[in-house]
């Protein structure tokens, strides 16, 4: 079966920073990140294509970087300058033959 690895989130400082992984045993062609606050609606955060196409939510512009490693099955956000409403829970998405979510991994920033 299709197993999946998230780790990286945490607790962080406004301005801080956090990296957070996805690994997959098996390889997907899109990968993305999603993110759910408390009492609002899943959003997109961002999404990368097999060969390095991107886009980016306009709320973490310049902040965040989404990228992976093919080799590894992998998926990363680099978030810098976090700020408290980037609070939320984030969730790797892979989309391929199938789609599979993660199960979701706590990301806190305080002020």
């Known amino acids: 079966q299709v197993q999946l690895v998230e780790s990286g989130g945490g607790l962080v400082q406004a301005g801080g920073s956090l990296r957070l992984s996805c690994a997959a045993s098996v390889s997907f062609n899109d990968m993305a990140w999603y993110r759910q606050a408390p009492g609002k609606q899943r959003e997109f955060v961002a999404r990368?294509?097999?060969?390095?196409?991107?886009n980016y939510a306009d709320s973490v512009k310049g902040r965040f970087t989404i990228s992976r490693d093919n080799t590894k099955n992998a998926l990363y956000l680099q978030m810098n300058s976090l700020k408290p409403d980037d609070t939320a829970v984030y969730y790797c998405n892979l989309v391929g033959r199938t789609v599979l979510w993660g199960q979701g991994i706590q990301v806190t920033v305080s002020s």
């Open positions: 990368i294509m097999r060969f390095g196409s991107t």
